[in-house]
Nanobody, 125 residues
């Protein structure tokens, strides 16, 4: 089972970037998905989550209005569109999958059974 994140890179403050997470040997439609991130010297934090069917999305407060999570189950792919990027958004971004029967909020890393390796996003002038 693999979750492969890609699309990271360097972007100037105020810019946009879209990261993707493609699953192999895993049917993503059976999983709620989230993006987490980890900045240097900081703990991993949850950023956004989407229900297995895509009807419900959830965001941490400081990315609301700037980030958008989406999914295409036919392509086994989850996306995170990031706009109005700030220096503080610099981090390694990870996608993660939890069973769709898992209840509760999306921000508990312990609920996730599959993790991608991450993609680096650097916001710098």
């Amino acid at each position: 089972v693999q979750l492969q994140a890609s699309g990271g890179g360097w972007v100037q403050p105020g810019g946009s970037l879209r990261v993707s997470c493609v699953a192999s040997e895993l049917t993503l439609s059976r999983y709620d998905m989230s993006w987490f991130r980890q900045a240097p010297g900081k703990e991993r934090e949850w950023v956004a989550g989407i229900s297995y069917h895509g009807r419900y999305t959830h965001y941490v407060e400081f990315v609301k209005g700037r980030f958008a999570i989406s999914r295409d189950n036919a392509k086994n792919t989850v996306y995170l569109q990031m706009n109005s990027l700030k220096y503080d958004d610099t981090a390694v971004y990870y996608c993660a999958a939890r069973n769709k029967d898992q209840s509760g909020s999306y921000n508990n890393p312990g609920d996730y059974v599959h993790w991608g390796r991450g993609t680096q996003v650097t916001v710098s002038s």
